[in-house]
Nanobody, 124 residues
């Protein structure tokens, strides 16, 4: 199983980026797909999850209304559209796949497979 994250970069506050996570060796519809991020000196933080079993999406409060997680089953790829970015969103973003249930979807232990991370830098 491989998860390849891409799409990071440097933007000014208020800008947008779309992250992609291409999965190989697994089928998205069998997993919960999540995005986490880790800023320097901070713990890894859950950002969003999509559960393909019911198409439900979940977001941490700080990104609700600004970020959208989606997927393309044909491409086996999950996306994170990030709008209205601010300096507080600066971090390395990781995609993850796992059999997360409701009690674990916002925690790293709900995910088995992880991508390598992509850097997002937002300047004020």
């Amino acid at each position: 199983v491989q998860l390849q994250a891409s799409g990071g970069g440097s933007v000014q506050a208020g800008g947008s980026l779309r992250l992609s996570c291409a999965a190989s060796g697994l089928t998205l519809s069998d997993y919960a797909m999540g995005w986490f991020r880790q800023a320097p000196g901070k713990e890894r933080e859950w950002v969003a999850t999509r559960r393909w079993s019911n198409s439900n999406t979940y977001y941490t409060d700080s990104v609700e209304g600004r970020f959208t997680i989606s997927g393309d089953n044909a491409k086996n790829t999950v996306y994170l559209q990030m709008n209205k970015l601010g300096p507080e969103d600066t971090a390395i973003y990781y995609c993850a796949a796992g059999r997360a249930i409701m009690s674990t979807l916002a925690t790293p232990r709900g995910y088995t497979y992880w991508g390598q991370g992509t850097q997002v830098t937002v300047s004020s």
